[in-house]
């Protein structure tokens, strides 16, 4: 069962501001609407819940204009579509948005295969991520370490590979930079 973690909803509440523009990418049942502060919240997903902040929709093809969010959020989703995603991402985020990508790490998500049959179409890494954030056109790609576990758990920037090496996340923050302005 997926849950609202905290280090997740912490992040959102220091990176959002009530003058944000949310998209959230394959939100599930959208645990984390209400979490932080933002002026609206979308969720989108194959199979969204009902409501006006929800619209069913794929990652892979974004049913919105360009430029249209301050920030945008996956968590545990990236991982099952990948480049298109990313892609996406980039083009619908307004200048300077950030993109903030949640997911498990391939040692996780091959005992979530185990466990629970789930399937999980890409061969996904640390690596793949952060190169396809590159190839997109993000820029100030910082990967984010999770310290600690449960309700006391936060993020830090990546400081120690040892710690990376414990956590079951892979989590990067990136940055549309303003290319009229460059
Ligand atoms: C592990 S759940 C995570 C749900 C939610 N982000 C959360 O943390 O509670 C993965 C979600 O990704 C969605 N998903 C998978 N592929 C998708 C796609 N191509 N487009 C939109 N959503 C997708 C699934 O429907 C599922 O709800």
Known sequence: ??????????TLKVICTGISDVLDLGCGEG???G???????????LVAPKGENY??????SLPFPNDSFDVIF???????VGKPGIEEAHRVLKPNG???????????LQKLEETEGLVHPINWSRRKLRSLLRNSGFKNIKPLSM???GRHAFLEPFA???TIRRSPWVIFKSTKINEKAT
């Not at 950030?98 to 996780?108: G, M, P, Q």
């Open 1 to 10: 069962m997926q849950i609202v973690y905290p280090f997740i909803a912490q």
């Open 147 to 149: 310290m600690g576990t």
């Open 160 to 162: 120690y590979a040892r």
């Open 98 to 108: 950030i993109l903030l990508v949640f997911d498990y790490n391939r040692k996780k």
């Open 74 to 80: 996956a968590v545990a989703s990236m991982y099952f």
């Open 31 to 33: 645990f984390y609407e």
């Open 55 to 60: 619209i069913m929709g794929d990652m892979s």
């Open 35 to 45: 979490t932080f502060p933002c002026r609206s919240y979308t969720g989108l997903d």
